[in-house]
């Protein structure tokens, strides 16, 4: 296997010395071999090949070519199908605590009688204070992949609870947010492109009202991407039959370009698309297309700038490798993908055009290359200043809310009102938190936000939360006056 395996890579590494490959294997085993007989310690094949050889070959090509032992090939598998264990519950994970904001009905931490509110102490023994924030995720991954002991503090109750939660298979849906931010104008988030994330997106958008919305922003922030198929048709139900969505080209890969097809249907109300640093790969197919076709408005900041093309070759022995062999270009031409370091050979691909940079839209609108798409409006994120630092790290709103709520019923018309940021100013003060008062007036509007913000996450789930969060993001907000004019 191991050299069936080194010879595919050899052979992607090497393809303008083909020559060689036999004599560069010969080398390498010999190494091997000699490694293997006299080395201080014995030689583990698995980690040298696995863990060494492989993945240093690869890092020489590009950043994103990777090999997957058997596990995370298994992994990889399980992963396409968007199908992961868990309990169905939403936390908030705060220095040293974790606090519960959500819990699904029907899954196991509904089940088992978690409520929002709840503070996990421990799980399976590990204390939850005596880990940093680093450590905390880990905890909780590991936590989904087998029963899990949670001892529980609940507000109000003396004593502690204690919970035995077993995983189950759930589908976690891609399009996890649909609701208006104005009379007409809808808003629906894609965290992640999957097998069913266009019928996800229609539903979404019919249950708003369809084509009968005024606009639509359409949230792809902090979208990493995922399968392609999902890209074009999610393409196809904004652009006209027969517009181009991509072009892919590569040096052994022949030149291909995906249209809309001449049967679909798209939508017509006015698009706004939200990106940022961290929407990548098939997030940006979608805005690119919509971009050089003049169908979308692109807000917020430079996307990632992955565009290239993996191929997922299954290996012997339960191993694969995902290898980069072409690149994805925008309908006006635009490579996706950015420059990479002078040491990565795509780099000097003839076919990547980076060193162009000035490219037009069907109207004749100028956009940018070069890698990545270049917002037409940029709109940065809230930024952070001292206080709301402190408030978030602390977890003074969760905090607060939890509290709130114990004594407290609130429905969907609440509102924060003044007496209660009194409240919550003696509630900071009795922590030690204590900003001035031109600081506190001039972050009024912010803390009124995020305590209603957390109020509702707890009270309704985090949905309602988001919709009031929304309120003040001001990327969102750009948003709606673009497709509200």
């Known amino acids: 296997m191991i050299r069936a395996v080194l010879t595919l890579l050899l052979a992607a590494a090497t393809l303008s010395a083909q020559d060689n490959l036999d004599g560069q294997m010969r080398t390498f085993i010999e190494a091997f071999a000699a490694a293997s007989a006299n080395a201080a310690d014995p030689v583990n094949t698995e980690q040298v090949f696995y863990g060494g050889a492989i993945p240093h070959l690869l890092s020489r090509l590009d950043p994103h070519s990777t090999f997957f032992d058997p596990e995370q090939f298994q992994q990889l598998r399980r992963m396409e199908t968007s199908t992961q264990k868990g309990f169905g519950s939403v936390v908030s994970i705060l220095p040293g605590r974790v606090i519960v904001l959500q819990t699904v009905p029907g899954t196991p931490s509904a089940k088992a009688g978690l409520s929002p509110g709840d503070e996990i102490l421990a799980i399976n023994g590990y204390i939850i204070a005596q880990l940093d924030l680093d450590q905390l995720p880990q905890l909780l991954e590991a936590a989904r992949q087998r029963p899990a002991r949670l001892d529980v503090r609940r507000p109000g109750r003396a004593g502690l609870l204690s919970f035995t939660l077993i995983p189950e298979e759930m589908q976690s849906p891609s399009v996890d947010r649909a609701f208006f931010l104005s009379a007409g104008i809808g808003y629906v988030r894609i965290g992640s492109f999957e097998q069913k994330t266009p019928d996800q997106l229609k539903e979404a958008i019919d249950k708003l009202g369809g084509d009968r919305l005024a606009g639509l922003v359409l949230d792809l922030r902090n979208n990493p991407g995922g399968m392609v198929e999902a890209a074009l048709r999610i393409a196809g139900m904004f652009l006209p039959p027969g517009s181009k969505i991509l072009t ?129 409006i940029v709109v940065f994120p809230p930024e952070m200043n001292r206080l709301r630092a402190v408030l978030d790290a602390s977890g003074s709103f969760t905090n607060f809310a939890t509290d709130y709520l114990h004594t407290h019923q609130v429905d969907k018309d609440f509102e924060v009102t003044p007496d209660l940021l009194d409240k919550f100013r003696l509630f900071l003060s009795d922590r030690q938190i204590r900003p001035g008062l031109s600081e506190w007036l001039a972050e009024s509007e912010f803390v009124t936000n995020r305590l209603k913000t957390e109020i509702f996450n707890q009270a309704f789930g985090v949905e309602k939360g988001d919709e009031v969060e929304a309120q003040r993001d001001p990327v969102i907000l750009k948003a709606v006056e673009v497709v509200g004019s």
């Open 248 to 376: 892919v080209r590569g040096r052994h890969v022949p030149e291909k370009s995906e249209f809309v097809p001449g049967i679909a249907t798209p939508y017509h109300f006015k698009l706004a698309i939200l990106v940022n640093e961290k929407t990548a790969s098939a997030s940006e197919i979608v805005s690119g297309a919509m971009q050089d076709h003049d169908r979308a408005t692109i807000i917020g900041t430079p996307s990632f700038g992955k565009g290239l093309v993996q191929s997922v070759f299954p290996l012997s022995e339960g191993t694969g490798l995902a290898l980069t062999t072409a690149l994805y270009y925008t309908p006006s031409g635009r490579s996706i993908q950015k420059p990479l370091a002078n040491d990565f050979g795509l780099a000097a691909t003839t076919a990547h055009p980076n060193q162009v940079t000035d490219f037009h839209t069907d109207k004749g609108r100028l956009v940018k290359g070069g890698g990545g798409i270049q917002p037409d």
